[in-house]
């Protein structure tokens, strides 16, 4: 089946540090593509999405590129702020389907 | 204006109890759902409803049931409660039919069974 696998936790970094948050996934197909972010005592909201290949999700400065060679979606962002300590969630959806499947989130703290 | 609203935020209660959470948006959508986020942060999809009809139903015991009264509601009940389900249950929305759609989420139902 479908699957999601990002890089395990706790990342912490410096204010303005450069930040990377590997995902990979399995599926069969052409993905939809998708990072979600939670910050402490909230619901997840989208951060970017890419729905094709070679496609670059962008948003508040995060970046992901869509890379099918190596079923990648590495998030990326060259100055992290305070403000950006959360949980962040790669995802993808197949096929149509509403269905999110989700990889197991990784917790960035941004130090000042 | 809340987008996504649960109630409770909390929720505290007995070993086999029985227990309701509710959900409501007010985005028009016609896609909801209910995720659980168990305590190592796993978000797995439970249960998704479209235009009041049951889409998908992943392997969740029969203890829980959702109801979908309307478009915009879509409410969570769960029987027999154990400990297992302690967790923070998310309610989402969606508009299908567009393509590749964002899910909002609402704020998160913690439910914590003693």
């Known amino acids: 089946g479908n699957s999601v696998t990002q890089m395990e936790g706790p990342v912490t970094l410096s204010e303005e540090a450069f930040l990377t948050i590997n995902c990979t996934y399995t599926?069969?197909?052409?993905?939809?593509l998708f990072w979600y972010v939670q910050y402490p005592g909230e619901g997840l909201q989208l951060l970017l999405k890419?729905?094709?290949?070679?496609d670059k999700g962008s948003n508040k400065g995060f970046e992901a590129t869509y890379r099918k060679e190596t079923t990648s979606f590495h998030l990326e962002k060259g100055s992290v702020q305070v403000s950006d300590s959360a949980v962040y969630f790669c995802?993808?959806?197949?096929?149509?389907?509403?269905?999110?499947?989700f990889g197991k989130g990784t917790k960035l703290t941004v130090n000042p | 204006d809340t987008a996504v609203s649960q109630t409770p935020k909390y929720l505290v209660t007995q070993m086999g109890n029985d227990k309701s959470i509710k959900c409501e948006q007010n985005?028009?959508?016609?896609?909801m759902y209910w995720y659980k986020q168990d305590s190592k942060k796993f978000l797995k999809i439970m249960f998704s409803?479209?235009?009041?009809?049951?889409?998908i139903n992943e392997t969740v015991p029969n203890r829980f049931s959702p109801k979908s009264p309307d478009k915009a509601h879509l409410n969570l009940h769960i029987n027999s409660l154990e400990l297992g389900d302690s967790a923070v249950y998310f309610c989402?929305?969606?508009?299908?039919?567009?393509?590749?759609?964002?899910?909002?989420f609402g704020p998160g139902t913690r439910l914590t069974v003693l």
């Open positions: 989402a929305s969606s508009l299908a039919g567009q393509g590749v759609t964002e899910q909002f």
């Open positions: 599926a069969t197909g052409y993905p939809s």
């Open positions: 890419a729905t094709k290949a070679d």
């Open positions: 995802a993808l959806t197949q096929g149509g389907s509403e269905k999110l499947v």
């Open positions: 985005l028009g959508h016609d896609t």
């Open positions: 409803y479209n235009n009041k009809e049951l889409i």
